[in-house]
């Protein structure tokens, strides 16, 4: 992310200590622990943020969670783990569910002792003090850039998707019999003002699944929006555990003989989901409808070598076309990726609507 060096890494999940931490007092030995306002309101605001929650307590499970039910927080949490074992394990085991980098794992816990092994342990991870738990809202790890209605959202998006990997891990069946079972439904839309900023975010978040690792910002793509020579495509996708929100974003610009992919990005959330290659495919299918060419611009980075093998297998090649000298140079070691396209078969493992490009 070269446009955000200044700024530090965001926090994407922060774990807290129950006792005398979340709550005033020691569970096991009061039943009636409370929640003060000022740390039921960092939970809310932070969650709104985008900012997941999770629980790592030494405490009786059944005893602690039916608490959390009680004061109504319980849903606030995505992952909990309540037991008796080391705190860094946990901290550890619910980074690893989430399939987050440990520095964007926070913890909060009031014994200096356990915020000391989880240092030693996971060093990346951040670790605060319970007496610090009201000034989390105004320290900058916490505070994203840009907020949109699926930063809100985002919480509801990963409970669903920890269900969704809970039953893949016990389902039998090969791949794709198991993503069809999901009932998978992609939706390509021409954006709209309102979409702008989930496009923005997705260009800075999505560093593994960007084909360019530019980042359009949030007045580039505006601009875009009017101009009938470019297309600013949404993708959002949804499945039988509910929606994924808007999950990839397409910048097309039309040429007389070729369009141009100047833009591929797709959350990385999906990426078992086969979304890159939907797209892809939808792409060419319009292209080869217009009979136009594709031109797809890559630029290698150290994250994305994903994306240069969903082109490959999409069949885009290095190649000397006429249709490139519409083009400007691309410049910064971007590689032109040429495609002949065909007409293609609709995908087999989700259910696709997409607005007509050809008209
Ligand atoms: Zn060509």
Redesign the pocket.
């Known amino acids: 992310m070269p446009d955000h060096k200044n700024t530090p890494t965001l926090v994407k999940c922060l774990i807290w200590d129950l006792d005398n931490t979340l709550w005033r007092g020691v569970l096991l030995e009061n039943d009636e622990v409370v929640v003060p306002d000022a740390i039921r309101d960092v939970i809310v605001e932070l969650d709104a943020r985008g900012v997941l929650h999770a629980v790592s307590s030494k405490n009786d499970h059944d005893l602690a969670w039916e608490r959390l039910r009680e004061l109504g927080l319980a849903d606030y949490f995505v992952a909990a783990r309540i037991g008796w074992g080391r705190k860094s394990d946990a901290v550890r085991e619910i980074a690893g569910l989430l399939e987050f980098a440990e520095r964007t794992v926070a913890f909060i816990d009031d014994q200096a002792t356990e915020r000391a092994e989880v240092e030693f342990h996971l060093p990346e991870i951040r670790c605060y003090p319970a007496e610090r738990a009201t000034e989390l809202p105004g320290l900058p790890e916490f505070t994203p850039v840009s907020h949109t209605a699926d930063s809100g959202r985002r919480r509801t998006m990963y409970q669903a998707n920890l269900r969704r990997n809970a039953e893949r891990a016990e389902y039998q069946g090969p791949d794709a019999e198991f993503l069809r079972s999901l009932g998978l439904r992609l939706t390509v839309a021409r954006a709209g003002e309102e979409d702008i900023a989930r496009a923005e975010e997705l260009t800075v978040r999505t560093s593994q699944m960007n084909a360019t690792g530019v980042h359009y910002s949030d007045a580039d793509l505006r601009a875009l929006l009017t101009d009938a020579h470019h297309e600013v495509l949404v993708a959002s996708l949804s499945d039988r555990f509910g929606s994924h929100g808007v999950i990839g974003i397409v910048l097309v610009a039309r040429h007389a003989?070729?369009w141009h992919l100047k833009l591929l990005a797709t959350s990385c959330r999906v990426m078992s989901f086969g979304i890159g290659a939907a797209l892809l495919g939808w792409i060419a299918d319009q292209a080869a409808r217009a009979e136009v060419?594709?031109?797809a611009d890559f630029r290698r980075t150290d994250r994305n070598r994903i994306m240069e093998v969903a082109y490959r297998f999409a069949g885009y090649e290095q190649?000397d076309?006429?249709?490139?000298q519409e083009l400007a140079p691309g410049g910064n070691n971007i590689e032109r990726l040429?495609l002949?396209p065909v007409r293609q078969e609709p995908p087999v493992t989700l259910a696709l609507a997409a607005p007509d490009l050809t008209g």
């Open positions: 003989s070729s060419h594709l031109i190649q076309c006429g249709c490139a040429h002949k």
